[in-house]
């Protein structure tokens, strides 16, 4: 396909309408852009009644460290009140959503389960079923979306970093992931009103290049590749270089037998706050040049995993089964499978998925998303 695609929140001629004389709330975070200007500036300036903004994880305009709590606020720039849903409570309330008629998602996704956004959606939704107001989804690429892979989450093992009962990786929109989870009856077998915006010439085939980093520790397409691979190194004793300016492109550890690649983690403001092996050289691969991988492997973690061989590798063991969804696969591990066995643990799962995913599509497939 050579025509750009075109993201859901661009067609204002498309949901203007939906919005006028309704009272509005938004969810929305530094990659809620028209162009290079925020969702929030560009609606206020056509005069649509935003009320609230609704800030998840690292805040509305980017303000927050990951996992750090925000706080409610108002707007400097246009003075609009913006709540929490990454501090007291991750569910609007019934008093926040009294005023509203609408809400709007407009958030750039990456296609991975684990990426928190997609649980804030899910609770937002919610919050529209229980309060019965109208729920929009400004929908944009999924930059992972050319394929599905990795284990399907067992519902023991739900958590804010896996809700749904999808794979690692899921090959959906937001604004597709949000049909399955009205149509599964995910909301505790309820359903929102929802209207999708979908993306024009966009396909399930599209490499998108995205044009804004979606979270400050994925600044560009090389890190949103390697995220799915790297992300389970998080609660091991491995570093993926966060507190560096190429987070999720390198893996390390604090002994020069690792690798000749080495980099030193720093508290970078924006970015992190006290990094694993903050201020200590580290050593292993540097993946920037790697142009080979360009979808979810364990290669990586079955190599490092090898250098301790036994459980002292998984340093929060708890964690690492929330991030993949199931304890089989740390388990798989201990036991000493090699990637080929337990892939082929995942297929009965991932094949009833596919079937699924196919209810919920709003864009041409490709021809088989288990092969990228």
Same mark, same amino acid.
Request: glycine residues 6%.
């Given at each position: 396909?050579?025509?750009?695609?075109?993201?859901?929140?661009?067609?204002?001629?498309?949901?203007?309408?939906?919005?006028q004389?309704k009272?509005?709330?938004?969810? $929305?975070?530094? /990659?809620?852009?028209? &162009?290079?200007?925020?969702?929030?500036?560009?609606?206020?300036?056509?005069?649509? @009644?935003?009320?609230?903004?609704?800030?998840?994880?690292?805040?509305?305009?980017?303000?927050?460290?990951?996992?750090?709590?925000?706080e409610?606020?108002?707007?400097?720039?246009?003075g609009?009140?913006?709540?929490?849903?990454?501090?007291k409570h991750?569910?609007?309330?019934?008093?926040?959503?009294?005023?509203?008629?609408? $809400? $709007?998602?407009?958030?750039?996704?990456?296609g991975?389960?684990?990426y928190?956004f997609?649980?804030?959606?899910?609770?937002?939704?919610?919050?529209? %079923?229980?309060?019965?107001? &109208?729920?929009?989804?400004?929908?944009?690429?999924?930059? @992972?979306?050319?394929?599905?892979?990795?284990?399907?989450?067992?519902s023991?093992?739900? &958590?804010?970093?896996?809700m749904?009962?999808?794979?690692?990786?899921?090959?959906?929109?937001?604004?597709?992931?949000?049909?399955?989870? @009205?149509?599964?009856?995910w909301?505790?077998?309820?359903?929102?009103?929802?209207? $999708?915006? *979908?993306?024009?010439y966009?396909?399930? /085939?599209?490499?998108?290049?995205?044009?804004?980093? *979606?979270?400050?520790?994925?600044?560009?397409?090389? /890190?949103?590749?390697?995220?799915?691979?790297?992300c389970?190194?998080?609660?091991t004793?491995m570093?993926?270089?966060r507190?560096?300016?190429?987070?999720?492109?390198?893996?390390?550890?604090?002994?020069?037998?690792?690798?000749?690649?080495?980099f030193?983690?720093?508290?970078?403001?924006?970015?992190?706050?006290? *990094?694993?092996?903050?201020?200590?050289?580290?050593?292993g691969?540097?993946?920037?040049?790697?142009?080979?991988?360009?979808?979810?492997?364990? /290669?990586?973690?079955?190599?490092?995993?090898?250098?301790?061989?036994?459980?002292?590798?998984?340093?929060?063991?708890?964690?690492?089964?929330l991030? %993949?969804?199931?304890?089989?696969?740390?388990?798989?591990?201990?036991?000493?499978?090699?990637?080929?066995?337990?892939?082929?643990?995942?297929?009965?799962?991932?094949?009833?998925?596919?079937?699924?995913?196919?209810?919920?599509?709003?864009?041409?497939?490709?021809? @088989?998303?288990?092969?990228?």
């Amino acid at each position: 396909m050579n025509t750009i695609p075109i993201p859901g929140a661009w067609q204002l001629d498309s949901y203007l309408p939906l919005l006028q004389g309704k009272q509005i709330g938004l969810v $929305v975070n530094p /990659s809620s852009t028209i &162009s290079d200007r925020h969702l929030v500036d560009t609606l206020a300036e056509l005069r649509v @009644n935003i009320k609230t903004i609704f800030a998840p994880e690292h805040g509305f305009r980017g303000e927050a460290d990951p996992g750090q709590k925000i706080e409610n606020s108002i707007d400097q720039k246009t003075g609009i009140p913006v709540i929490s849903l990454y501090g007291k409570h991750r569910q609007p309330t019934p008093k926040e959503m009294a005023d509203l008629d609408v $809400v $709007v998602f407009d958030i750039q996704d990456v296609g991975l389960r684990f990426y928190t956004f997609i649980s804030t959606m899910h609770y937002v939704m919610q919050a529209c %079923a229980e309060n019965h107001k &109208s729920f929009i989804v400004l929908d944009r690429p999924n930059p @992972n979306g050319y394929y599905v892979d990795g284990p399907v989450l067992d519902s023991a093992f739900q &958590s804010f970093v896996g809700m749904h009962p999808i794979p690692m990786i899921h090959g959906l929109t937001v604004g597709e992931l949000a049909r399955m989870i @009205n149509g599964e009856g995910w909301l505790g077998n309820m359903s929102c009103s929802l209207t $999708v915006i *979908p993306v024009k010439y966009y396909d399930h /085939s599209t490499r998108y290049s995205l044009p804004v980093k *979606p979270s400050p520790n994925l600044p560009n397409d090389r /890190s949103i590749q390697l995220y799915a691979s790297l992300c389970l190194f998080e609660p091991t004793k491995m570093s993926i270089g966060r507190g560096t300016l190429f987070p999720f492109q390198v893996i390390g550890f604090p002994d020069s037998s690792f690798g000749e690649f080495s980099f030193t983690p720093r508290s970078i403001p924006g970015m992190v706050t006290h *990094p694993k092996y903050e201020e200590k050289q580290c050593f292993g691969v540097d993946l920037r040049t790697n142009d080979s991988i360009s979808s979810f492997t364990l /290669s990586y973690l079955l190599k490092f995993y090898h250098r301790f061989n036994d459980e002292s590798f998984f340093t929060n063991p708890h964690f690492f089964d929330l991030l %993949a969804g199931t304890d089989q696969m740390r388990k798989q591990l201990l036991a000493g499978y090699n990637e080929k066995a337990i892939r082929k643990t995942w297929q009965p799962a991932l094949e009833k998925y596919l079937k699924m995913r196919k209810k919920y599509l709003l864009y041409p497939d490709v021809t @088989n998303p288990l092969k990228p």
